[in-house]
């Protein structure tokens, strides 16, 4: 994914002149550092925002790139004030995700990225499953002025499907429905498959804007009202829109990501971390048996 | 009067600076507020605005009886300044450390934009013990932003002081440096004019008070 974004954005910068890349040393070296449109601030990612804030009011259409703690959590107040409050736009694009790399420990791991940016108004949020996923979606976002995260990552689905808002129905099934977010895909639907679950699959790599009436669509296509959100970051970073999606109708809703509870301080691989978080299919196909059982 | 002495303050602070740049250096007026190639001026010390906008009101940017509600439901006018409500405010701040980093941004904007215009931002010496002003006047001098000038109201309010003085802590990263007493304009009007091949920082020194 991160080499589709790089070609995409060196693509598009020679195209379109209101295109600007900021770094702050990670993947600088991936872009034309001759251009004056390229930024590499230093090891500064409160002044890599602020710099983009700049940008963006002078005009240009910042790229805003880093490992995803660094790009948001350590200048989140940056992206609140000189992105948001002067609501100017930008594509912020981060590699790392959850915990792409868990050798590198906590420091570079960032479960909570997308919750925190729920906290803004006015932010789309692309969770592409593939790389052939990420070109189409960073070239609308280039075009548009709007504040845009795109949150690319190691892992990846084994097919691309079409972007764009609102959720694609990949299973129809009558007992619920089940919502996996970019690289979820692969796994809940070998889940799903395993425990034979006769359920309505969605796919997203847009989770916001949260799809609304393609979610209680697929609802009221079901006999019950029962729905699961698989998401690669903080479990029930959606609760709140699905709680609203479905707000008129009884429902039960069982959210899973990387869990709240503790911080997990072990080392491993992403797979080991999946299996930690139930991310896994056996713990996927573990929570799709007992919350659709009956 | 607010009730606020410590803002009131601020805004006394600036009120000479701010009177010069408006009157004899920026490049805008409500006209051309808009303008590519209009000097930004960009308030990051966002504390105690009122200075700010009377000037704003005396260059024709608001209507003077707006100043009257100011802070009040309806009014665009608050403690803090915000661009989307008053016409001629660069950018909405208050929150302290964050129009340094932004005014180098819209500087090279400029540069890239091959805007004939410049960049001014208001800092206040103890709004440098933020640390994201330090990154941005090391990235400042790196890049060679030499239409950017960082005015630095000295009312010596920060914590701890700075050993050496404010000028030299943008001197040691490459910028030009000038030190002028805050309250006399010409002398403010002579620093921020005179010619600079770097970014380019100017401390008002201003008599410590609050």
């Known amino acids: ?294 | 009067m607010t009730g606020d002495e410590k803002h009131e303050w601020a805004a006394a602070s600036t009120i000479d600076v701010l009177w010069v740049l408006y009157d004899k250096v920026l490049n805008v007026t409500p006209a051309t507020a808009d303008d590519p190639d209009r000097d930004r001026f960009l308030l990051s010390k966002g504390h105690g605005p009122m200075a700010y906008y009377a000037v704003l009101a005396e260059k024709g940017f608001i209507d003077e009886s707006t100043l009257d509600g100011w802070t009040t439901w309806d009014s665009p006018l608050g403690q803090h300044p915000d661009r989307m409500l008053v016409k001629g405010v660069e950018i909405s701040s208050g929150s302290l450390g964050h129009g340094l980093p932004i005014a180098v941004g819209t500087a090279i904007g400029q540069r890239v934009g091959k805007s004939r215009g410049r960049t001014f931002v208001l800092v206040g010496d103890g709004e440098l013990d933020e640390g994201s002003n330090h990154e941005a006047i090391a990235v400042a001098a790196r890049l060679n932003v030499a239409n950017l000038t960082a005015i630095v109201i000295d009312n010596q309010s920060a914590m701890y002081g700075w050993p050496g003085g404010i000028a030299r802590r943008f001197a040691v990263e490459g910028w030009q440096t000038a030190e002028v007493d805050g309250r006399d304009h010409e002398a403010v009007f002579a620093a921020l004019t005179a010619p600079h091949d770097r970014p380019y920082a100017v401390v008002a020194k201003i008599e410590k008070s609050y």
Not at chain 1, 30 to 44: A, L, S
């Open chain 1, 1 to 294: 994914m991160r080499q589709a974004f790089v070609r995409t954005v060196n693509e598009e910068i020679d195209r379109d002149p209101r295109i600007a890349v900021v770094t702050a040393v990670i993947s600088s070296n991936e872009f034309p550092q001759e251009n004056e449109r390229v930024v590499d601030v230093g090891i500064r990612e409160q002044t890599m925002v602020g710099v983009a804030g700049g940008l963006a009011l002078a005009g240009l259409r910042p790229v805003v790139h880093s490992y995803a703690p660094f790009l948001v959590e350590r200048p989140y107040e940056q992206i609140k004030l000189d992105i948001g409050h002067q609501e100017v736009g930008a594509v912020f694009v981060s590699i790392g995700a959850s915990y792409d790399d868990p050798a590198w420990g906590r420091t570079h791991q960032s479960p909570g990225d997308v919750a925190l940016f729920d906290t803004l108004p006015g932010w789309t949020v692309h969770v592409p499953g593939h790389p052939d996923e990420v070109t189409p979606l960073l070239r609308q976002a280039l075009k548009d002025d709007n504040r845009v995260y795109v949150r690319l990552s190691l892992h990846e689905n084994t097919q691309a499907y079409p972007v764009g808002e609102g959720f694609t129905a990949l299973r129809h099934g009558k007992r619920g429905v089940v919502l996996a977010v970019g690289p979820m895909l692969d796994r809940v639907m070998k889940a799903v498959d395993s425990e034979n679950a006769d359920v309505t699959v969605l796919y997203a790599s847009t989770i916001r804007p949260f799809d609304s009436d393609g979610l209680l669509k697929a609802v009221r296509d079901t006999d019950h009202a029962d729905v699961m959100v698989v998401e690669p970051y903080l479990e029930g970073t959606s609760a709140h829109l699905i709680s609203e999606a479905l707000q008129l109708i009884p429902h039960r809703v069982r959210c899973i990501g990387v869990k709240r509870h503790a911080e997990l301080r072990n080392y491993g691989t992403a797979e080991d971390h999946d299996a930690a978080h139930d991310l896994d299919v056996v713990g996927l196909g573990s929570a799709v048996r007992s919350f659709f059982r009956g």
